[in-house]
């Protein structure tokens, strides 16, 4: 078995992975020479992995550190457009205006002074230092390298743990069997486990997106056979085809992936209306052609069974389709399936393919819709009752539909125990923030951004008293639920307990990110401190592949307790307190290139400064670069920039770094927000569609934060099961019989499966 693989899977957990983990206490040199140079990387093992790398060889040890290095980036190019970017080149609007105009006039004859860089731009002299450049200062193409990396400058390393064969196992069943969706990280992780290990006997798979990687891995091992058994519905099928063609794990229906590749196409400055007609137009033919399905005859025989083998019954599925019934219509067509229902065999999917073009099936959402236009919230709620998922989707909207929220919420309460906890959990955080008026409200879309929606009418009309204590009983209702879960769970624990931490960290309830996290897992809204007095992002992108234009822009924005905003950014490299190393706008060949911008926490704290937004975004056509890293790094200690190549980046200094995954379908994405006073950093996954970061809009980032701070943390859904279970929490973890600490939080599916009960 490959193990390296399964060693980026434990890296995530901060761990390293040895199959035949034994105690040694015997001195091994090459134990000591690996644990030296993790050390210069950040990392120091415990105590038990430390006596296990005494028995692995070096080869082993050589191929573990390979592994680091690849998920650290030592292999890629950390070198910015500017050496020693600290100091400022002086360059202006004016510098590139001048510049523009030299080369237009100019003849190729070098009747202006300057110098000629290697792209073929003239640099006028009294322009640009060009002696500070590892590039083209005027279009940001870099000519100059360095394999430079700094090591070992950080104030704090993180703590590596041993993992076995029995805790990679026992990872994959918890993922297997995550009560929330899983996050991008958690499913690349799931992916590698599919592809290395053989599925467990009896998985219990509880979420749909979940049993589409299962689905695809078995076929992928030639057993659609074996797959057939985790379908329960239409939707299951559906949902992994669409996967197999667009990579997102939700279904996302062709005319909104055509109108996002329309509005993430082309620059927006200097661009005619009908230029900008004319890309939209190409992005959207291009779009359109790439959706187009095609399946061969073994794949659309292997669909037709599954069909065919749904327990569900012909009326059910049939409404199940119903809601995407323009997209079935796409699939039956290119799947053949009505060829295959005239076959013997197949009456099951004969069936429901008439049932389905005949529309012989109810549609209930339908029926409610009416009954509730009619005043009839009797006969709605009556069959609401009967489907407690879509009840508790619509409980906040039938509240204000109704007149009577305690009719609504009694019926509801009756119904609340045969709910899934993360639902439970996600009404019980967001009833506060639906109720008050006062509030910003966002929702984030299917493509993954962000966006303000205004306040139901309806709301307006509920007196403040009445809408405070219809928060109270939906928070009661979802409390007495998750005791009761707790409750039925047997224990032997008598003590507990929680780190403090753990009471700022949210609970997630199924984060559908685009971002994968490979250094460490966090989960959104994980407050990291800041140990010095900088704070150091950093961007790559371009690793792997051909020199090409390519703009991928880091930014930072100011915002000071006057409501006033400054940004870091191409457009404006320094002020006091921020610098930024200059603008990169194509990729050299193979070995990608590196953005860096410095924020000072004292200097900002002297100018007012209440927050810096970090954001990365794609000033190219099309979306953020697959595989682009961002991040922050921060230490105690002083951080160097080389004079002579610029490079900043240091792997010991990196706090936190996610890489944009395949599926990512935004061109902006807020990674963080650091807390100048108290010099704290929220991780967040924001995504939204600017080409640049002046394109964020603040109250959406607000409305955001307002929605992290309405959920529920790890430290108060642990303090209920505590109360339920009888067990007394403790200030001591000797004395613990469970103990939750932050390094437990890191295994974000452990923390997920806090819902099971």
């Given at each position: ?536 992002l950093f961007m790559q992108w371009g690793k792997g592949l051909p020199a090409q234009h390519l703009d991928m822009d880091l930014s930072a924005r100011i915002i000071y307790e006057s409501g006033k905003c400054d940004d870091c950014a191409y457009y404006n490299l320094s002020f006091w307190g921020a610098k930024h ?177």
């Amino acid at each position: 078995m490959n193990t390296l693989p399964l060693q980026k899977v434990a890296l995530r957990q901060r761990a390293v992975y040895l199959e035949n983990a034994d105690v040694h206490t015997t001195f091994s040199p090459y134990a000591a020479d690996f644990c030296a140079e993790m050390y210069k990387l950040g990392y120091v093992p415990d105590e038990n992995l430390l006596h296990a790398l005494n028995g692995v060889s070096e080869e082993q040890l050589a191929d573990i550190y390979s592994v680091v290095k690849e998920v650290l980036g030592l292999d890629k190019n950390w070198t910015p457009l500017v050496k020693n970017w600290l100091v400022p080149t002086g360059e202006s609007r004016l510098d590139h205006w001048v510049t523009m105009f030299a080369n237009l006039i100019d003849d190729g004859k070098n009747r202006i002074a300057g110098v000629r860089m290697p792209c073929g731009h003239l640099i006028p002299e009294g322009t640009f230092p060009i002696e500070r450049y590892n590039g083209c200062p005027f279009c940001g193409t870099p000519f100059e390298f360095s394999n430079e990396i700094f090591k070992n400058q950080a104030s704090k390393r993180k703590v590596l743990t041993l993992w076995t064969l029995d805790d990679v196992r026992k990872f994959y069943r918890t993922l297997l069997a995550s009560p929330v969706a899983l996050d991008a990280t958690q499913r690349d992780s799931l992916k590698i486990l599919l592809e290395n290990l053989p599925l467990p006997e009896n998985p219990k798979i509880v979420v749909k997106e979940t049993i589409a990687l299962v689905v695809d891995a078995l076929l992928e091992q030639g057993e659609p056979e074996t797959a057939t058994q985790f379908f329960s519905s239409p939707d299951d099928i559906m949902r992994y085809l669409w996967y197999k063609k667009t990579a997102q794990i939700q279904i996302i229906k062709p005319s909104v992936l055509i109108s996002n590749a329309q509005k993430s196409v082309g620059y927006f400055w200097g661009m005619t209306e009908a230029q900008k007609y004319e890309k939209e137009s190409a992005a959207a033919e291009e779009k359109r052609k790439e959706l187009k399905l095609h399946f061969d005859r073994k794949m659309c025989r292997i669909v037709a069974s599954w069909l065919n083998n749904l327990r569900m019954s012909a009326k059910q599925s049939a409404e199940i389709m119903h809601p995407k019934r323009g997209m079935w219509v796409r699939l039956i067509r290119a799947l053949r399936l009505t060829e295959f229902a005239k076959q013997k065999g197949y009456e099951n999917l004969k069936t429901l393919l008439d049932v389905f073009y005949r529309n012989d099936y109810t549609v209930y959402q339908g029926e409610i819709d009416s009954l509730k236009r009619e005043g009839d919230m009797a006969g709605a709620l009556k069959i609401l009752q009967q489907r407690p998922g879509s009840f508790a989707r619509q409980l906040f909207s039938t509240i204000l539909q109704s007149g009577n929220p305690d009719t609504v919420l009694q019926k509801f309460a009756d119904i609340a125990d045969k709910l899934p906890p993360r639902l439970l959990v996600t009404l019980g955080m967001y009833a506060e923030l639906y109720f008050d008026s006062s509030k910003i409200r966002t929702v984030k879309g299917i493509t993954g951004k962000s966006k303000r929606i205004d306040n139901p009418v309806l709301l307006e009309q509920l007196p403040e008293s009445d809408r405070r204590d219809i928060v109270s009983k939906v928070q009661h209702i979802y409390l007495d639920v998750m005791r009761r879960k707790f409750k039925s769970t047997p224990t032997d624990s008598k003590t507990m307990y929680i780190d403090p931490q753990l009471f700022d960290i949210p609970l997630s309830v199924g984060e559908r990110s685009s971002t994968v996290q490979d250094t460490n897992c966090a989960l959104q809204g994980t407050k990291f401190n800041v140990g010095g007095n900088t704070v150091r992002l950093f961007m790559q992108w371009g690793k792997g592949l051909p020199a090409q234009h390519l703009d991928m822009d880091l930014s930072a924005r100011i915002i000071y307790e006057s409501g006033k905003c400054d940004d870091c950014a191409y457009y404006n490299l320094s002020f006091w307190g921020a610098k930024h190393s200059g603008d990169i706008r194509s990729i050299p060949e193979q070995i990608g290139t590196a953005e860096y911008v410095e924020l000072d926490i004292d200097k900002l704290r002297k100018t007012r400064a209440k927050y810096a937004v970090f954001t990365c975004n794609a000033y190219s056509s099309g979306n953020l670069s697959p595989n682009l890293i961002v991040g922050w790094m921060n230490s105690g200690f002083p951080m160097k920039v080389s004079e002579t190549s610029g490079v900043a980046y240091d792997p010991s200094c990196v706090q936190h770094q996610v890489r944009i995954s395949e599926g990512n379908l935004s061109k902006g994405l807020v990674f963080g927000i650091l807390d100048i006073d108290e010099a704290k950093i929220t991780w967040l996954e924001m995504p939204f569609g600017g080409q640049i970061t002046h394109d964020l809009d603040l109250v959406s980032v607000g409305g955001f934060l307002q929605k992290l701070a309405a959920r529920s943390t790890i430290g108060e859904i642990l303090t209920v099961k505590a109360e339920a279970q009888n067990i007394q929490i403790v200030d001591n973890q000797a004395e613990a019989d469970e103990v939750y600490n932050y390094q437990w939080a890191l295994d974000t599916a452990k923390v997920s499966s806090l819902l099971l009960g």
